[in-house]
Nanobody
């Protein structure tokens, strides 16, 4: 099994920045890629960024492209999400997830999920 633990959430003013971390443990060699998702109450969970473990290739949703950066430190089994120029509409619970086969921003591509961390952006 793989366990994922997110950290780094919190409250920030619009225009500010936060960095989220996702630490993986367990059978980490199974992880081919890691993604970040976010969800607000009453809305579907949105995939916003993903990264291949081996190559570092990335993919972003249009809603965060140019503002958020996903990166990884394979030696630490940790993936990061640097969030800059934050907007109130970025407020959500942020989840990291890991998958074993084909990278995508769709939820069904992921096999393991963290518990989530809250990000609140005030205007």
């Amino acid at each position: 099994q793989v366990q994922l633990v997110e950290s780094g959430g919190g409250s920030v003013q619009a225009g500010g920045a936060l960095r989220l971390s996702c630490a993986a443990s367990g059978v980490t060699w199974r992880i081919a890629f890691t993604g970040w998702f976010r969800q607000v109450p009453g809305k579907e969970r949105e995939g916003i960024a993903s990264i291949w473990t081996a190559t570092g290739a990335t993919s972003y949703a249009d809603s965060v492209k140019g503002r958020f950066t996903i990166s990884r430190d394979n030696a630490k089994n940790t993936v990061y999400l640097q969030m800059n120029s934050l907007k109130p509409e970025d407020s959500a619970v942020y989840y990291c997830a890991a998958g074993r086969t084909f990278m995508s921003l769709a939820q069904n591509a992921y096999d393991y999920w963290g518990q989530g961390t809250q990000v609140t952006v005030s205007s």
